[in-house]
């Protein structure tokens, strides 16, 4: 069975305790919690027994080992993170706000996931490829943006690209060079996950058919609409699936997203069709609300009949 492979952050994610705490004062917080978007998505696709392997970096601290234990013990390849001695693992801090938003602060650039090098390339093995996942999250330096170009090309012909902007547009109006790396992924990917608004974007249109069409005349085979708790589309060119709303609580949000396209292209590996893919990859992305902590909902393929 191929591999599936994701280039990017792997942190800690510290959470504050009550709703509408504050960063600005003393508060109660839980953690450390294994994260980063990349991270939690390769988590799912090792979960669902089909190889996956990440490459990222972690400080030589009790962070990093705590996230490598995680993704080793859940059957993630960790070969390709590298400890770096001299710097700490990312950190992120979380809280939650009762209309339901986030704010986020991200410790990561000077972080050991943000010294990720061009020569980290030599630690895969680009032969056992047969998904490159990329995550526009993880695209957040100018390093980063040249180890993903780089990447692109070793891939064998026959590895696909899956690609998840998951940037607001307003980050890349004011950031050229990552909206023409944005849109140069947009233009040779095969699986592509979005937003409504991320699709219209992209696409240069307002409107959802012609969006669609041009999608499908780059060459894209699924695009996967994301619509948070009201569900996810998916549509080919010509088909259309739909995965309703999941009516339960959540709990915590983070990492929602990341475990859908985790589950959906570890069912694609698997060679289930594609409306099985959408459905199962709906049902990670629910179970991923129902617990605390951004990985700890990801769902294992035993459990994905029974789990809701």
Sequence with gaps: MKKILVIGEILVEIMAEDLDQSFLGEGKFTGPYASGAPAIFIDQVAKFHVPATILSAVGDDDFGALCIKRLSGDGVDTGAIRVITDTSTGVAFVRYNSDGSRNFIYHINNAACGRVSLDDLANIKWQELGVFHIMGSSIFNKDMFAIH?????????????????????????????????????????????????????????????????????????????????????????????DASKIDIPAIDPTGAGDTFAGAFMAGYVLGWPLEECLETANIAGTSAVIKRGPMEGTLKLEDKDSVI
């Design 149 to 241: 170009k780089e990447a692109i090309k070793m891939i064998p012909d026959d590895c696909i690209i899956s690609f998840d902007p998951n940037v607001r547009p307003e980050i890349l109006n004011t950031d050229p060079e990552l909206r023409d790396l944005i849109q140069e992924l947009f233009g040779i990917c095969k699986v592509l996950f979005v937003t409504e608004e991320e699709l219209e974007f992209l696409s240069g249109t307002d409107s959802p058919d012609k969006a669609l069409k041009n999608c499908f005349s780059k060459g894209i085979e699924a695009v996967i609409v994301k619509r948070g708790a009201e569900g996810a589309s998916l549509f080919t060119d010509g088909t259309r699936y």
